[in-house]
Protein backbone atom coordinates (compact mmCIF):
# COMPACT_ATOMS: atom_id res chain seq x y z
CA UNK A 1 0.00 0.00 0.00
CA UNK A 2 1.38 3.44 -0.80
CA UNK A 3 2.03 5.92 2.28
CA UNK A 4 0.13 8.52 2.03
CA UNK A 5 2.40 10.48 3.64
CA UNK A 6 4.54 11.04 0.68
CA UNK A 7 4.57 12.42 -2.81
CA UNK A 8 5.54 9.30 -4.66
CA UNK A 9 7.48 9.51 -8.00
CA UNK A 10 6.51 8.31 -11.42
CA UNK A 11 8.34 4.42 -12.23
CA UNK A 12 11.05 5.97 -14.63
CA UNK A 13 12.24 8.79 -12.05
CA UNK A 14 11.38 6.12 -8.83
CA UNK A 15 13.49 3.57 -11.10
CA UNK A 16 16.70 5.98 -11.46
CA UNK A 17 16.40 7.52 -8.08
CA UNK A 18 16.99 4.00 -6.75
CA UNK A 19 19.70 2.84 -8.86
CA UNK A 20 21.64 6.22 -8.24
CA UNK A 21 21.64 5.57 -4.23
CA UNK A 22 22.83 2.15 -4.88
CA UNK A 23 25.68 3.22 -7.52
CA UNK A 24 26.87 5.87 -5.40
CA UNK A 25 26.91 3.83 -2.21
CA UNK A 26 29.22 1.15 -4.38
CA UNK A 27 31.35 4.04 -5.33
CA UNK A 28 32.42 4.15 -1.53
CA UNK A 29 32.29 0.47 -0.99
CA UNK A 30 29.30 0.37 0.69
CA UNK A 31 27.11 -2.56 -0.33
CA UNK A 32 23.20 -1.62 -0.63
CA UNK A 33 20.90 -3.74 -2.49
CA UNK A 34 17.72 -3.31 -3.98
CA UNK A 35 14.83 -5.73 -2.53
CA UNK A 36 11.38 -6.33 -3.06
CA UNK A 37 8.64 -5.14 -6.25
CA UNK A 38 11.43 -2.86 -7.66
CA UNK A 39 13.93 -5.82 -8.00
CA UNK A 40 11.41 -7.80 -10.27
CA UNK A 41 10.79 -4.41 -12.28
CA UNK A 42 14.47 -4.15 -12.61
CA UNK A 43 14.75 -7.87 -14.39
CA UNK A 44 11.89 -6.97 -16.56
CA UNK A 45 13.36 -3.56 -18.22
CA UNK A 46 13.85 -5.34 -21.30
CA UNK A 47 11.40 -7.61 -21.50
CA UNK A 48 7.73 -6.22 -22.65
CA UNK A 49 6.05 -9.26 -22.18
CA UNK A 50 7.09 -9.49 -18.54
CA UNK A 51 6.94 -5.58 -17.72
CA UNK A 52 3.20 -6.24 -18.99
CA UNK A 53 2.45 -8.91 -16.04
CA UNK A 54 4.69 -6.86 -13.51
CA UNK A 55 2.15 -3.92 -14.33
CA UNK A 56 -1.09 -5.97 -13.54
CA UNK A 57 0.02 -5.75 -9.84
CA UNK A 58 -1.18 -2.17 -9.92
CA UNK A 59 -4.46 -0.43 -9.56
CA UNK A 60 -3.55 2.67 -11.70
CA UNK A 61 -2.17 2.53 -15.19
CA UNK A 62 0.43 5.37 -13.71
CA UNK A 63 1.54 4.48 -9.96
CA UNK A 64 3.36 5.96 -8.33
CA UNK A 65 6.08 4.90 -5.34
CA UNK A 66 6.58 6.40 -2.17
CA UNK A 67 8.63 3.60 -0.56
CA UNK A 68 11.78 1.90 -1.73
CA UNK A 69 13.33 -1.09 0.39
CA UNK A 70 17.55 -1.48 0.27
CA UNK A 71 19.63 -3.90 2.01
CA UNK A 72 22.80 -3.85 3.73
CA UNK A 73 25.29 -5.36 6.10
CA UNK A 74 25.20 -4.25 9.69
CA UNK A 75 28.87 -4.35 9.97
CA UNK A 76 28.60 -0.77 7.49
CA UNK A 77 25.59 0.49 9.94
CA UNK A 78 28.21 3.63 10.54
CA UNK A 79 29.49 4.33 6.91
CA UNK A 80 25.71 4.13 5.74
CA UNK A 81 24.27 6.15 7.83
CA UNK A 82 27.26 8.69 6.81
CA UNK A 83 26.11 7.89 3.14
CA UNK A 84 22.57 8.97 3.20
CA UNK A 85 23.02 11.77 6.15
CA UNK A 86 25.57 13.40 2.94
CA UNK A 87 22.64 12.78 0.20
CA UNK A 88 20.48 14.71 2.73
CA UNK A 89 17.99 12.47 3.92
CA UNK A 90 16.47 13.08 6.67
CA UNK A 91 16.17 9.62 9.53
CA UNK A 92 13.84 8.67 11.58
CA UNK A 93 15.70 9.47 14.96
CA UNK A 94 13.19 7.29 17.16
CA UNK A 95 12.98 4.44 14.97
CA UNK A 96 16.61 4.18 13.94
CA UNK A 97 17.27 4.55 17.72
CA UNK A 98 15.07 2.25 18.89
CA UNK A 99 15.58 -0.77 15.81
CA UNK A 100 19.13 0.48 14.36
CA UNK A 101 20.15 -3.09 14.57
CA UNK A 102 17.83 -3.96 12.19
CA UNK A 103 16.72 -1.18 9.99
CA UNK A 104 17.00 1.94 9.41
CA UNK A 105 14.52 4.45 8.08
CA UNK A 106 15.03 7.62 5.85
CA UNK A 107 12.90 10.57 4.02
CA UNK A 108 13.58 11.65 0.93
CA UNK A 109 14.96 15.14 1.35
CA UNK A 110 11.66 16.49 -0.55
CA UNK A 111 9.37 13.99 0.33
CA UNK A 112 9.33 12.22 -2.13
CA UNK A 113 9.14 8.40 -0.73
CA UNK A 114 10.58 6.57 2.87
CA UNK A 115 13.72 4.44 2.51
CA UNK A 116 13.87 1.04 4.55
CA UNK A 117 17.24 0.00 4.83
CA UNK A 118 17.24 -4.31 6.15
CA UNK A 119 20.53 -5.32 7.65
CA UNK A 120 21.81 -9.07 7.10
CA UNK A 121 18.30 -10.84 6.65
CA UNK A 122 14.77 -10.17 5.09
CA UNK A 123 12.79 -10.37 8.30
CA UNK A 124 9.39 -10.98 7.72
CA UNK A 125 7.14 -14.39 8.44
CA UNK A 126 10.48 -15.75 7.68
CA UNK A 127 14.06 -15.06 7.57
CA UNK A 128 15.90 -14.67 4.22
CA UNK A 129 19.74 -15.23 5.61
CA UNK A 130 21.57 -12.69 2.69
CA UNK A 131 25.07 -12.48 5.11
CA UNK A 132 26.82 -10.58 7.27
CA UNK A 133 29.59 -8.82 5.92
CA UNK A 134 31.33 -7.70 2.78
CA UNK A 135 32.93 -10.24 0.54
CA UNK A 136 31.47 -12.52 2.29
CA UNK A 137 27.62 -12.79 2.04
CA UNK A 138 25.24 -12.73 -0.67
CA UNK A 139 24.37 -9.31 -1.36
CA UNK A 140 27.69 -9.29 -3.07
CA UNK A 141 26.78 -11.93 -5.71
CA UNK A 142 24.46 -9.55 -8.21
CA UNK A 143 24.04 -6.23 -8.31
CA UNK A 144 22.07 -3.55 -8.42
CA UNK A 145 19.50 -5.89 -6.40
CA UNK A 146 19.26 -9.28 -4.16
CA UNK A 147 19.48 -12.34 -6.59
CA UNK A 148 16.71 -13.72 -8.70
CA UNK A 149 16.60 -16.55 -6.08
CA UNK A 150 16.73 -14.76 -3.10
CA UNK A 151 13.93 -12.57 -4.56
CA UNK A 152 12.16 -15.20 -4.78
CA UNK A 153 12.59 -16.39 -1.42
CA UNK A 154 11.62 -13.14 -0.27
CA UNK A 155 8.26 -13.41 -1.73
CA UNK A 156 7.64 -17.29 -1.07
CA UNK A 157 8.15 -16.11 2.75
CA UNK A 158 5.16 -14.08 3.17
CA UNK A 159 2.77 -16.59 5.30
CA UNK A 160 -0.82 -14.15 4.01
CA UNK A 161 0.28 -13.56 0.47
CA UNK A 162 -1.90 -11.67 -1.79
CA UNK A 163 -2.14 -11.24 -5.56
CA UNK A 164 0.06 -8.62 -5.76
CA UNK A 165 3.12 -10.71 -4.77
CA UNK A 166 1.85 -13.33 -6.70
CA UNK A 167 2.20 -11.88 -9.69
CA UNK A 168 5.90 -10.66 -8.88
CA UNK A 169 6.43 -14.30 -8.77
CA UNK A 170 4.74 -14.85 -12.14
CA UNK A 171 7.17 -12.24 -13.51
CA UNK A 172 10.30 -13.26 -12.19
CA UNK A 173 9.56 -17.31 -12.99
CA UNK A 174 8.85 -15.88 -16.65
CA UNK A 175 11.74 -14.08 -16.68
CA UNK A 176 14.39 -16.60 -15.38
CA UNK A 177 14.74 -19.92 -15.79
CA UNK A 178 15.32 -22.40 -12.89
CA UNK A 179 18.93 -23.36 -13.07
CA UNK A 180 21.61 -23.12 -10.15
CA UNK A 181 23.99 -19.76 -10.79
CA UNK A 182 23.05 -16.44 -9.48
CA UNK A 183 21.85 -15.40 -12.47
CA UNK A 184 19.05 -17.54 -12.69
CA UNK A 185 16.49 -19.12 -9.71
CA UNK A 186 18.99 -20.92 -8.20
CA UNK A 187 16.98 -23.89 -7.26
CA UNK A 188 19.39 -25.67 -5.28
CA UNK A 189 19.90 -22.69 -2.86
CA UNK A 190 15.75 -22.34 -3.08
CA UNK A 191 15.48 -25.92 -1.86
CA UNK A 192 18.54 -26.13 0.84
CA UNK A 193 16.78 -22.96 2.53
CA UNK A 194 13.70 -24.47 2.89
CA UNK A 195 14.55 -28.09 3.82
CA UNK A 196 16.11 -25.88 7.12
CA UNK A 197 13.00 -24.85 8.05
CA UNK A 198 9.79 -26.91 7.81
CA UNK A 199 7.32 -23.37 8.48
CA UNK A 200 9.43 -21.75 5.65
CA UNK A 201 9.00 -24.85 3.47
CA UNK A 202 5.22 -24.89 4.09
CA UNK A 203 4.30 -21.60 2.77
CA UNK A 204 6.81 -21.90 0.25
CA UNK A 205 5.04 -24.58 -1.37
CA UNK A 206 1.42 -23.21 -0.99
CA UNK A 207 2.51 -20.55 -2.30
CA UNK A 208 3.60 -21.90 -5.11
CA UNK A 209 0.33 -23.61 -5.20
CA UNK A 210 -1.40 -20.39 -5.25
CA UNK A 211 0.72 -19.10 -8.15
CA UNK A 212 -0.34 -21.99 -10.54
CA UNK A 213 -4.02 -21.55 -9.71
CA UNK A 214 -4.14 -17.78 -9.80
CA UNK A 215 -2.06 -18.39 -13.47
CA UNK A 216 -4.20 -20.30 -14.64
CA UNK A 217 -7.31 -17.92 -13.54
CA UNK A 218 -5.05 -14.86 -15.53
CA UNK A 219 -4.86 -17.38 -18.47
CA UNK A 220 -8.50 -18.26 -18.78
CA UNK A 221 -9.09 -13.90 -18.62
CA UNK A 222 -6.66 -13.46 -21.16
CA UNK A 223 -4.61 -11.42 -19.12
CA UNK A 224 -1.44 -13.62 -20.27
CA UNK A 225 -1.15 -15.85 -23.21
CA UNK A 226 -0.96 -20.03 -23.10
CA UNK A 227 2.63 -19.81 -23.77
CA UNK A 228 3.21 -17.05 -21.11
CA UNK A 229 1.24 -19.53 -18.89
CA UNK A 230 3.20 -22.77 -20.08
CA UNK A 231 6.84 -20.70 -19.13
CA UNK A 232 5.71 -20.19 -15.54
CA UNK A 233 3.77 -23.29 -14.62
CA UNK A 234 7.29 -25.53 -16.28
CA UNK A 235 9.75 -23.48 -14.31
CA UNK A 236 7.40 -23.47 -10.94
CA UNK A 237 7.08 -27.75 -11.24
CA UNK A 238 10.51 -27.85 -11.75
CA UNK A 239 11.65 -25.61 -8.29
CA UNK A 240 9.02 -27.93 -7.00
CA UNK A 241 10.64 -30.98 -7.58
CA UNK A 242 14.25 -29.83 -6.95
CA UNK A 243 12.67 -28.59 -3.46
CA UNK A 244 11.34 -32.26 -2.98
CA UNK A 245 14.23 -33.78 -4.05
CA UNK A 246 16.19 -32.16 -1.18
CA UNK A 247 17.31 -34.02 1.61
CA UNK A 248 15.78 -32.38 4.97
CA UNK A 249 17.61 -31.54 7.91
CA UNK A 250 16.49 -32.75 11.31
CA UNK A 251 15.16 -30.14 12.53
CA UNK A 252 12.80 -29.92 9.71
CA UNK A 253 11.44 -33.49 9.91
CA UNK A 254 11.07 -33.09 13.98
CA UNK A 255 8.97 -29.59 13.32
CA UNK A 256 6.78 -31.45 10.60
CA UNK A 257 5.41 -33.86 12.92
CA UNK A 258 3.58 -30.92 14.79
CA UNK A 259 2.61 -29.31 11.36
CA UNK A 260 0.76 -26.73 11.78
CA UNK A 261 -0.72 -27.44 15.05
CA UNK A 262 1.01 -24.72 16.62
CA UNK A 263 2.13 -21.34 14.79
CA UNK A 264 4.84 -22.02 11.78
CA UNK A 265 5.24 -18.09 11.16
CA UNK A 266 6.17 -14.83 12.51
CA UNK A 267 3.69 -11.96 12.85
CA UNK A 268 4.95 -9.64 10.89
CA UNK A 269 3.71 -5.72 12.26
CA UNK A 270 5.31 -2.56 10.69
CA UNK A 271 7.95 -2.68 12.53
CA UNK A 272 8.51 -5.88 14.00
Same mark, same amino acid.
Given at each position: ?81 ? @? =??? &? ?5 ? /?????? +??? *? $? ?12 ? @? =??? &? ?5 ? /?????? +??? *? $? ?133
Amino acid at each position: MQNPHFIGLGEDEFIKEALNIVSKAKEKNIVLRIVGSLTIRLYAENNEIAKAIYKKRFEKPEQTFADLDLIGYRKQRGDIEK @F =FTG &LQYQPDR /MINRLF +GDR *R $LIFYHPTGHFSLDI @F =FNK &LEFSHNV /MLGEKP +GEG *R $LDLCFPSITPADTVLGKLQINQINKKDIIDLMTIFFLKEIGSDEYSINGPHVARTLSKDWGFWYDATNNLDKLRHIAGDMLRNNDISESTYSTILERVDKLLQIIEKEPKTDGWIKRSRTGTKKPWYTEVSDIS
